[in-house]
T-cell receptor, first 112, second 111 residues
């Protein structure tokens, strides 16, 4: 089945230790998104790629970076995680010309 | 930018009753309004959406209405069942495929 896959599902990192979360998709969608979702809150868009074009939200901290080496993969790098970065990170994709977003299962990040 | 307000934040209904969740948006250029259901610990999943050229859309027990003049849209769930218990997010999109989410409504259906 075509889908959005995120690895790992659970990630524990130490305060200040860089961490990378990955997302892959078999839908061949050209738009990929990264969201941060904290407990009992709505998903908050961090950035998205439209093809290779990177679009950063104005309030996304510099601590968060992203890479999209090809259509299928997208990475979220947190350079120096703080305790406040503990959250669920959701990857989503969308096909150009439509708006429906398909979400991956998420990676729950714990910062110790 | 777009701002989406959603209410109520929590909603409890008896099984079989109807549930209504309301949202307002600020950007008159928004033209796509999806609703997502998120069960505990799971991904958000699209349950229904509506575009600005349509006033109402139904899918079995779920319906969405849109009033562009007033900039509000609503989700209606009829004959609620315990499996409808989840958090529901409304959202609005004005283009370039960015979606702004509402704060979410936690729906509890009491058997």
């Amino acid at each position: 089945d075509a889908m959005v896959i995120q690895n790992p599902r659970y990630q524990v990192t130490q305060f200040g230790k860089p961490v990378t979360l990955s997302c892959s998709q078999t839908l061949n969608h050209n738009v990929m998104y990264w969201y941060q979702q904290k407990s009992s809150q709505a998903p908050k868009l961090l950035f998205h790629y439209y093809d290779k074009d990177f679009n950063n939200e104005a309030d996304t901290p510099d601590n968060f970076q992203s890479r999209r080496p090809n259509t299928s993969f997208c990475f979220l790098d947190i350079r120096s995680p703080g305790l406040g970065d503990a959250a669920m990170y959701l990857c989503a994709t969308s096909r150009d010309g439509t708006y429906e977003q398909y979400f991956g299962p998420g990676t729950r990040l714990t910062v110790t | 930018g777009e701002n989406v307000e959603q209410h109520p934040s929590t909603l409890s209904v008896q099984e079989g009753d109807s549930a209504v969740i309301k949202c307002t948006y600020s950007d008159s250029a928004s033209n796509y309004f999806p609703w997502y259901k998120q069960e505990l610990g799971k991904r958000p999943q699209l349950i229904i959406d509506i575009r600005s050229n349509v006033g109402e859309k139904k899918d079995q027990r779920i319906a969405v209405t849109l009033n562009k003049t007033a900039k509000h849209f609503s989700l209606h769930i009829t004959e609620t069942q315990p499996e409808d218990s989840a958090v529901y997010f409304c959202a609005a999109s004005g283009g370039y495929q960015k979606v702004t989410f509402g704060i979410g409504t936690k729906l509890q259906v009491i058997p």
